[in-house]
């Protein structure tokens, strides 16, 4: 049972925008925690 | 030399010096508030959320991910790097177990204490052995990792590529502790991460996934292939090696011990979410490999000779900053753990019990510039490729899962069933790495060790007072020689 090219491309795509999204998130969140005092 | 590197010698002594220079320099910026031997080891129990997910995920991303990832996916194909992904369930099983380390041991050092006090001696002891296997196999293969992905893009050496990385790493850890390797570690992750979206990204556009699928299936059919049988198996034993790994390591205990209370649950969720697709990100570049006509001299190098033949110069420049972030960032995080276990369960646990928080404190420093020997010794020859060498301690450290779950958990757990759980499993998940193959050492040793830790306590149970493990650091420290 192969992959298919659809399944692959999903598979990569929604991979990669998760961990695109990352970076994003843990910039909100460090700003949070800088605000609120939490950082250390 | 390599004569087939991408770059040139003098570019890679570059970024290392520039990179080395912001490392070290951060590392002691961000030290100079840590106040005492909490505050070094610990980074004062105060990480908050932001930087408590940075840093479970910069150390979850090391350059196993970034290196091994695509090695997987080369040799297993789909189920290589899917199986690599569900590492990340051990450290979405963590989050709950953060949270209990936490309430459980409000004043614990290390993941030693936890045995010590919930099993006796003669289990710590054994603990201690297997843990202390695992963290120089994981630093071992760092290393050797370092020196590899630098001999590979510029030529440079291996063993001044390799002892250029861990210097560095001992001297930030050395100069902050673990505040410095947390802070290090959120700028870490946010390079790596963006990293490997532009070499993905720039692979998808510039070699499409349409053509990537047709070359594999032309060349090597089998890696698109879900019913790989040894790569199925791979991806269970992947997954019980990840859970060995975190919930044993002093590395995650010691970040639940150091996180503000209340954020060791989310920081482990959220980081283990986040984790999930790195390996596929970072593997599916090896898919490219047939399409591009790749030569690939040597498994573990397939990551950045695709990047670099994707992308030219400024691709090999963007792996080399990637996994040079991905190294570091696991360096230091083993470093500080591995010091703080053989600080307080082998120094001061079993040889000076009455040592002062100063004496511990001078000690520190020494324990984590000894590691840093003792490692570039063991890395000098480069006996196995990376994926081999990590997959060893699999063995080991699978058989801790279910003494250390079930310690926290259930009450009638007894010592003897926990210790010859992690006896029992190791020997034989060791002997069916030899007589089957790598990935089947985690599986065989984590059922192996389920078995007797519940087969021992159906059959004696014992009861545990929990309030045990709620001591202050001068008796938990206090281990017999």
Redesign the interface.
């Given at each position: 049972m192969t992959i298919s090219p659809a399944a692959l491309e999903l598979l990569i795509t929604a991979s990669t925008l998760l961990v695109a999204v990352a970076p994003v998130i843990l910039i909100i969140l460090w700003f949070k925690d800088r605000k609120g005092g939490d950082l250390w | 030399m390599n004569n087939d590197a991408i770059l040139q010698a003098d570019t890679g002594w570059l970024i290392l010096a520039i990179f080395s220079v912001i490392w070290i320099f951060l590392g002691w910026y961000l030290g100079r508030?840590a106040k005492g031997l909490e505050g070094f080891m610990l980074?004062?129990r105060?990480?908050?959320?932001?930087?408590g997910?940075?840093t479970a995920?910069a150390t979850w991303v090391t350059s196993n991910t970034t290196m091994a990832a695509p090695q997987l996916a080369l040799q297993m194909g789909?189920w290589g790097m899917?199986g690599y992904?569900l590492g990340s369930i051990g450290l979405i099983l963590f989050a709950p177990l953060a949270k209990r380390i936490r309430e459980l041991m409000p004043h614990g050092f290390t993941s030693g204490d936890f045995i010590r006090l919930r099993y006796g001696n003669t289990a710590w002891r054994v603990f201690l052995g297997i843990s202390l296997f695992y963290a120089f196999g994981w630093l071992v293969s760092l290393g050797m990792a370092g020196g590899v992905l630098i001999n590979a893009l510029t030529g440079i050496d291996y063993h001044l590529g390799m002892t250029v990385i861990l210097a560095v790493c001992v001297s930030y850890t050395l100069l902050g502790g673990l505040?410095a390797v947390i802070g290090t570690d959120?700028l870490q992750?946010?390079l790596i991460?963006?990293g490997?979206?532009i070499l993905?990204?720039l692979a998808?556009t510039n070699v499409g996934?349409?053509t990537?699928?047709?070359a594999v299936?032309e060349e090597r059919?089998e890696l698109?292939?879900?019913?790989f049988p040894a790569a199925i198996m791979f991806l269970f034993n992947n997954l019980l090696f990840g859970i060995g790994e975190i919930f044993h390591s002093n590395v995650w205990w010691s970040r639940a011990f150091a996180f503000?209370k209340g954020v060791g649950f989310k920081a482990y969720l959220?980081a283990g979410l986040?984790w999930?697709?790195?390996p596929?990100?970072a593997g599916?570049l090896a898919l490219t490999v047939p399409a591009l006509n790749i030569n690939v001299p040597a498994a573990d190098m397939v990551g950045p000779l695709v990047a670099a033949e994707l992308l030219g110069v400024g691709g090999a420049v963007l792996v080399f900053i990637i996994v040079f972030s991905a190294l570091a960032s696991s360096l230091d995080s083993l470093l500080a753990a591995t010091s703080d276990l053989v600080l307080t369960d082998i120094y001061k646990g079993h040889f000076f019990p009455k040592a002062s928080e100063e004496q511990l404190a001078k000690a520190a420093r020494w324990v984590i510039l000894g590691i840093g020997v003792l490692t570039w010794l063991l890395c000098w020859p480069r006996l196995t490729t990376l994926a081999e060498l990590l997959y060893l301690t699999g063995a080991f450290v699978a058989s801790t899962i279910w003494p250390v779950a079930a310690g926290l958990y259930w009450q009638k757990t007894n010592p003897a069933g926990a210790t010859l759980a992690m006896l029992l499993g190791t020997a034989i998940g060791l002997a069916s790495y030899f007589l089957i193959g790598f990935y089947v050492a985690a599986l065989i040793s984590a059922a192996i060790s389920m078995s007797m830790v519940l087969l021992t306590t159906w059959l004696a149970p014992r009861s545990f007072e929990w309030s045990l493990l709620n001591t202050q650091p001068a008796q938990v420290n206090g281990g017999q020689s």
């Open positions: - | 508030k980074a004062g105060r990480v908050g959320l932001a930087l997910t940075a995920m789909i899917v992904s505040r959120f992750t946010i991460l963006t490997l979206v993905a990204i998808i996934v349409d990537m699928h047709a299936l059919p698109l292939n879900l019913l503000r959220i986040f999930t697709p790195v596929i990100v599916f």
